[in-house]
C-alpha cells in the first residue's frame, strides 16, 4: 500500500541530531519528542528518540510470544470503567451503539462500529506490555491493524500524526512510523476472548514498541493530523504535558 511506503514512514518520524547522527535518514523535525530542546533532559530524550528511531528503521516486530507464557495477573491502573454516561449507556447495550468516529486529513471521513472493525482483517499477537510503573505482563491481543483502517479512510498526503482520543479524557499522537507500525493495533480482544472494560473496552490501541501509557484505553476518536503543536499544550499528548517523555520507545 502506498501509505505504507518505506518514505512515507520515515517522512512522518520527526527524528533529529544536530551533528548528524541519523543523517539525512529520517526526515521532518516537527515531532513533539525534539520541538522543545530546552534542558539537557529534553535533550536526552531527542537523543534516545533518533537513536531509536535509526535503530527501528526497518520497522522490526516486536518479541511474539507462545500463548502458554500469558500472564495469569495482568494489572489494571488508572481509569477501569470510565465515570461517563454515554459510555454506561452503551455498555449496557454491549457496545451495540458505540461508533469510532475517524476525521481531519483523510479522505473519507467516517465512524466505524465494533462490528464494522471486526469485518476488517485481523492481526492476533501475543506481547509484552511494560508499564512505566516498573510492572510488566504479557497478553494476547485480536484488533484490526491501525494501518489497515487509515488506508480504508485514505490518508491525505499531508498528515503526519495520528491524534487519538479516549472516553476518560486522556488523548496522544504518534507519527507515522509508529501508527503504520503492522503491530499497532486496535484490540477488541484479549485472551481469546472480548476486551474486559477494564482492559479499555470496547477497543484499546496496542503501540507494542512503546511503553504502556501510550496504549490508550476506551478509544473515542482518531484524527489525522499535519503537526500536533496546536494540541493541549504543544507537547504532543497528556502524559507530555504531565512531563513524561511523548516518545516511549522500548
Not at 534542558?39 to 518479541?63: C, E, K, M
Not at 491493524?145 to 482520543?165: E, T
Not at 477497543?203 to 484505553?217: F, H
Request: aromatic share 10%; glycine share 12%; net charge positive.
Amino acid at each position: 500500500m502506498r501509505d505504507l511506503s518505506r518514505r512515507r514512514l520515515l517522512t512522518g518520524s520527526g527524528a533529529i541530531l544536530g551533528a548528524g547522527l541519523v543523517g539525512g535518514s529520517l526526515g521532518g523535525c516537527d515531532a513533539p519528542a525534539l520541538s522543545q530542546l530546552a534542558t539537557p533532559y529534553d535533550w536526552s530524550n531527542g537523543l534516545t528518540f533518533a537513536v531509536q528511531r535509526w535503530l527501528l528503521r526497518h520497522q522490526p516486530l516486536v518479541r511474539e510470544f507462545d500463548r502458554s507464557r500469558i500472564s495469569t495477573v495482568f494489572p489494571t491502573i488508572n481509569t477501569t470503567d470510565p465515570d461517563d454516561p454515554a459510555y454506561k449507556r452503551s455498555k449496557d447495550l454491549e457496545f451495540a451503539d458505540w461508533k469510532l468516529p475517524v476525521t481531519g486529513l483523510i479522505e473519507r471521513p467516517g465512524a466505524f462500529s465494533l462490528a464494522d472493525l471486526r469485518a476488517m482483517p485481523a492481526r492476533t499477537q501475543v506481547t509484552l506490555h511494560s508499564c512505566e510503573q516498573g510492572w510488566s505482563a504479557i497478553g494476547e491481543w485480536t484488533g484490526v491493524p491501525l494501518a489497515h483502517l487509515l488506508a480504508h479512510v485514505g490518508l491525505k498526503p499531508q498528515a503526519r500524526f495520528i491524534v487519538i482520543r479516549s472516553v476518560d479524557g486522556w488523548w496522544d499522537s504518534y507519527d507515522l512510523f509508529d501508527a503504520l507500525h503492522p503491530q499497532t493495533i486496535l484490540a477488541y480482544g484479549m485472551n481469546g476472548g472480548g476486551l474486559p472494560v477494564k482492559h479499555g473496552a470496547p477497543v484499546r490501541l496496542r503501540v507494542e514498541r512503546q511503553l504502556g501509557y501510550k496504549s490508550l484505553k476506551y478509544i473515542a476518536a482518531i484524527e489525522a493530523a499535519e503537526r500536533v503543536d496546536g494540541y493541549g499544550k504543544g507537547r504532543g499528548s497528556m502524559v507530555a504535558e504531565l512531563g513524561f517523555p511523548w516518545y516511549a520507545g522500548i
